[in-house]
């Protein structure tokens, strides 16, 4: 399983490449919505990607500022439910 540092590198490429900000001006606590970073369109592409990339379900109550306000805050997020959803191998 990948840690948070990898899935906080793997989120702001997405990030830089779909939003066209110059790395300079994002880091991981960059505010992505509040600094204009990301729109709705640019949201709905990132829960995309977080989806497919992560297979990871994405609820409607999961759907909150807080857990998207940052590359940090999508981060955490991401490992949380990546958490929720592992499944040990048992061995028989």
Known sequence: MKNSQQIKD????????????????????????TQGILDSLGFMSLVSFLDEKYSISI??????????????????????????NYQPVCAE
């Not at 989120?11 to 790395?23: N, V």
């Not at 609820?59 to 929720?84: H, M, P, Q, W, Y």
């Open 10 to 33: 793997e989120i702001k490429h997405f990030i830089l490449e779909t939003s066209y900000t110059s790395e300079d001006l994002l880091t991981n606590e960059t505010q992505i919505f």
């Open 59 to 84: 609820k409607d109550t999961d759907l909150v500022e807080t857990n998207f306000e940052s590359i940090n805050a999508i981060g955490d997020f991401v490992t949380r439910k990546l958490n929720l």
